[in-house]
Nanobody, 123 residues
Framework: QVQLVESGGGLVQAGGSLRLSCTAS????????MGWFRQAPGKEREYVAV????????VYKESVKGRFTISRDNAKNLVYLQMNSLKPEDTAVYFC????????????????WGQGTQVTVSS
C-alpha cells in the first residue's frame, strides 16, 4: 500500500496556474503508475492524467491536453500536476492515486488514494 497526501490546491482566476503535489510513502511507490483524478459536485470522479512508473509514459484527458502536465520524482516520492490556463470547468476536488497496473485510467484500478485538495477557478 502507498499512502498519499495532496497539496497545492486553492482559488485562482480563470487563465491562472496552480501546481498540485502528491507526497507518497511506502516501499512500492517507484513501481506504481500514478494518476490525478478530479470530482466536481454532483459529478462522477474522472481521470485527469496518468503517468507510468518510470515517468516516460503519460495519458491525459482530452480537455486538459496542452494545459496540464503530470510529472514525478521517484527519488523524492513526489508526483506533480502543473495546471495552466485554468478554466472554471476545472473546478473540482483533485485526488492523487496509485495503481499497480500500467497506465490505467479507470478509478476502480487504483488501490491507494489521497484525501483530495480543492481547486476553485473563478470566472
Amino acid at each position: 500500500q502507498v499512502q498519499l497526501v495532496e497539496s497545492g490546491g486553492g482559488l485562482v482566476q480563470a487563465g491562472g496556474s496552480l501546481r498540485l503535489s502528491c507526497t507518497a510513502s511506502g516501499r512500492t511507490f517507484s513501481t506504481n503508475a500514478m494518476g490525478w483524478f478530479r470530482q466536481a459536485p454532483g459529478k462522477e470522479r474522472e481521470y485527469v492524467a496518468v503517468i507510468g512508473w518510470r515517468g516516460g509514459s503519460t495519458v491525459y484527458k482530452e480537455s486538459v491536453k496542452g494545459r496540464f502536465t503530470i510529472s514525478r520524482d521517484n527519488a523524492k516520492n513526489l508526483v506533480y500536476l502543473q495546471m495552466n490556463s485554468l478554466k472554471p470547468e476545472d473546478t473540482a476536488v483533485y485526488f492523487c492515486a496509485a495503481t499497480n497496473q500500467r497506465l490505467s485510467t479507470a478509478a476502480a484500478n487504483f488501490g491507494s488514494w489521497g484525501q483530495g485538495t480543492q481547486v476553485t477557478v473563478s470566472s
